[in-house]
């Protein structure tokens, strides 16, 4: 089927039949059936879907003002809550590593997938997971099922236990990489917020070096996000500063 703004131009077409048998259709074709829209200016101006469907009128970052309820909760519930259980940080490095290439609603509507298939984010459990394991993984329409980035949680899970048998916790470890605190960013918009910072390239390399996977600067400063080592609320959303006060 061609699409275009103007007529088809087909000597074959009879358009005196087409007026004869349609006009009833176009004359209501042309008619303006829009419904009157008695919001005000400033109503107007923000997403319509918030009117439709969203009785919060709180101002959110606006990569979490969407329509899916799911996104939502994240962004207003878990995103820049500084976590510090290590099953928790556990199981954001998989997910993080999982999103490459996708998008992170993706990811979250298979949580739960993840949660199943990876033994609760337990990262003992997991680092006991053999070939059998692996093609069980990849056969799993729960998650994403990619050979690299299945071995890569694999991995991940045995590098936590490395890290424990060198006396230092994942927790402690990645907290080390921003003081034990976190950074409090104050971005105006999502353009004033960065891909990766030197932070977090630190924090990929040592990553890398002890053999965990799919722990590119990107990944790891998407993980600080996530887990809350830098608060990256924009400055206007309500969590800005409630995300300070959880932590």
């Given at each position: 089927?061609a699409?275009?703004?103007g007529?088809?131009?087909?000597p074959?077409?009879?358009?005196?039949?087409?007026?004869?048998?349609?006009?009833?259709v176009?004359?209501?074709?042309?008619?303006?059936?829009?419904?009157?829209?008695?919001?005000?200016?400033?109503a107007?101006?923000?997403?319509?879907h918030?009117?439709?469907t969203?009785?919060?009128?709180r101002?959110r970052?606006?990569?979490?003002?969407?329509p899916?309820?799911?996104?939502?909760?994240y962004?207003?519930?878990?995103?820049g809550?500084?976590?510090?259980?290590?099953r928790?940080?556990?199981?954001l490095?998989?997910?993080?590593?999982?999103?490459?290439?996708?998008?992170w609603?993706?990811?979250l509507h298979?949580?739960?997938g993840?949660?199943?298939?990876?033994?609760?984010?337990?990262?003992?459990?997991?680092?006991?997971?053999g070939?059998?394991?692996i093609?069980?993984?990849l056969?799993?329409?729960?998650?994403?099922?990619?050979?690299?980035?299945?071995?890569?949680?694999?991995?991940?899970?045995?590098?936590?236990?490395?890290?424990?048998?060198?006396?230092?916790?994942?927790?402690?470890?990645?907290?080390?990489?921003?003081?034990?605190?976190?950074?409090?960013n104050?971005?105006?918009s999502?353009?004033?917020?960065?891909?990766?910072?030197?932070?977090?390239k630190?924090?990929?390399?040592d990553l890398?070096?002890?053999?965990?996977?799919?722990?590119?600067?990107?990944?790891?400063?998407?993980?600080?996000?996530?887990?809350?080592?830098?608060n990256d609320?924009?400055?206007?959303?309500?969590?800005?500063?409630?995300?300070?006060?959880?932590?």
């Amino acid at each position: 089927m061609a699409l275009g703004n103007g007529p088809v131009n087909d000597p074959a077409i009879d358009t005196r039949g087409l007026r004869k048998a349609y006009g009833p259709v176009l004359a209501l074709a042309s008619l303006d059936l829009r419904v009157p829209d008695d919001r005000s200016a400033e109503a107007r101006s923000e997403p319509y879907h918030r009117h439709m469907t969203d009785p919060d009128p709180r101002p959110r970052c606006a990569w979490g003002d969407q329509p899916d309820e799911l996104y939502r909760a994240y962004h207003d519930l878990e995103w820049g809550v500084p976590v510090r259980d290590e099953r928790h940080l556990f199981e954001l490095l998989i997910l993080e590593g999982a999103q490459a290439g996708l998008s992170w609603s993706t990811i979250l509507h298979k949580r739960d997938g993840y949660r199943r298939a990876f033994a609760g984010f337990d990262p003992d459990a997991v680092a006991r997971f053999g070939p059998a394991d692996i093609d069980r993984l990849l056969a799993d329409v729960g998650i994403v099922r990619n050979r690299a980035k299945v071995a890569a949680a694999v991995d991940n899970a045995r590098g936590v236990l490395a890290l424990r048998e060198a006396g230092i916790t994942l927790v402690d470890h990645l907290w080390s990489f921003v003081g034990g605190s976190p950074i409090v960013n104050r971005p105006g918009s999502t353009g004033d917020i960065p891909a990766k910072t030197d932070v977090s390239k630190a924090m990929s390399r040592d990553l890398r070096q002890r053999g965990f996977g799919f722990v590119g600067p990107m990944i790891c400063y998407a993980l600080m996000q996530s887990a809350g080592l830098v608060n990256d609320h924009e400055l206007a959303c309500f969590r800005w500063a409630e995300v300070q006060r959880e932590g």
